[in-house]
T-cell receptor, first 116, second 114 residues
Framework: AQKVTQAQTEISVVEKEDVTLDCVYETRDTTYYLFWYKQPPSGELVFLIRRNSFDEQNEISGRYSWNFQKSTSSFNFTITASQVVDSAVYFCALSESNTGFQKLVFGTGTRLLVSP | NAGVTQTPKFRILKIGQSMTLQCTQDMNHNYMYWYRQDPGMGLKLIYYSVGAGITDKGEVPNGYNVSRSTTEDFPLRLELAAPSQTSVYFC?????????????FGPGTRLTVT
């Protein structure tokens, strides 16, 4: 069965600190997709990244970077030089589908608080 | 494009009442989904649809019903509301594609059952 674990319930940092949000997943499939979504205090869900199981290259987008390691079933998310606007709940999610249709399994989220 | 819209934004129901949460998307997506998010938890899939006239149960379907008569609309019906259905409900959609796209989420409906 699929499972996503985000063991960090809440993280507090001071602005400009780097922070890493952990995501560990379980799946029996060899083809799967991993996602990160951001949920700011306003409540909507904002898509951040999608990664398929065959692409283990790390990705960087501005201050955001993602480290995908199949050997440890992890897809960790790092924010460099955090800002107050990064305060949100971050969800990691897994889909075993390799088509447009997906049943997403979400982790319980990590609440990030960035103080000035 | 408005994307995925949901109405109402907030609602308070009494135990035993019924209501319909509306969801509309204008992106011509075939796939639509309903999730619920309980406090401190991730989203859980209630129902999904792969096209007009086709729906199926997700992880937590009890107490809910859906219908999909058009590509655009995917309403979620709560019959005999219970306090356990107090939650934030999100509708989402994604396109038919040869590869996986992210799901596009609506703004959510916050429902309280008292």
């Amino acid at each position: 069965a699929q499972k996503v674990t985000q063991a960090q319930t809440e993280i507090s940092v001071v602005e400009k600190e780097d922070v890493t949000l952990d995501c560990v997943y379980e799946t029996r499939d060899t083809t799967y997709y991993l996602f990160w979504y951001k949920q700011p205090p306003s409540g909507e869900l904002v898509f951040l990244i999608r990664r398929n199981s065959f692409d283990e290259q790390n990705e960087i987008s501005g201050r955001y970077s993602w480290n995908f390691q199949k050997s440890t079933s992890s897809f960790n998310f790092t924010i460099t030089a955090s800002q107050v606007v990064d305060s949100a709940v971050y969800f990691c999610a897994l889909s075993e589908s390799n088509t447009g249709f997906q049943k997403l399994v979400f982790g319980t989220g990590t609440r990030l608080l960035v103080s000035p | 494009n408005a994307g995925v819209t949901q109405t109402p934004k907030f609602r308070i129901l009494k135990i035993g009442q019924s209501m319909t949460l509306q969801c509309t998307q204008d992106m011509n997506h075939n796939y639509m989904y309903w999730y619920r998010q309980d406090p401190g938890m991730g989203l859980k899939l209630i129902y999904y649809s792969v096209g007009a006239g086709i729906t199926d149960k997700g992880e937590v379907p009890n107490g809910y019903n859906v219908s999909r008569s058009t590509t655009e609309d995917f309403p979620l019906r709560l019959e005999l509301a219970a306090p356990s259905q107090t939650s934030v409900y999100f509708c989402a959609s994604s396109p038919v594609a040869p590869r996986v796209y992210e799901q596009y989420f609506g703004p959510g409906t916050r429902l309280t059952v008292t």
